[in-house]
């Protein structure tokens, strides 16, 4: 399978789960309300990686929103209220 497909997704409560060949993968944890939603992770889960890249990246000890940082840094600090990452630390 080379791309993730809407209609594996489910939730329960608070965690997005995707079914990946019978089992029933942990994708992310929405506890916070904040910049980065469900849907808007979901658009950007789907557009940037496959099922096999991002599971590995979980499985390797990364956050859920670090592996789509890392992959459009971008898209995570105009989301979070930044032009740029370097918009980012010259706030610090």
Known sequence: MNTF???MFSTSSEYLYY???GERKFVARFKHRGP??????????IKNHTPA????????????????????EDWYYQ?????SKQDFYTSM
């Open 5 to 7: 497909s809407k209609d």
């Open 19 to 21: 079914l990946l060949n």
């Open 36 to 45: 980065i939603t469900r849907a808007k992770f979901l658009k950007q889960l």
């Open 53 to 72: 890249e991002y599971f590995e990246k979980l499985d390797s000890g990364q956050a859920p929103v670090v592996i789509l940082r890392d992959a459009d």
């Open 79 to 83: 989301l979070i209220g930044f032009r």
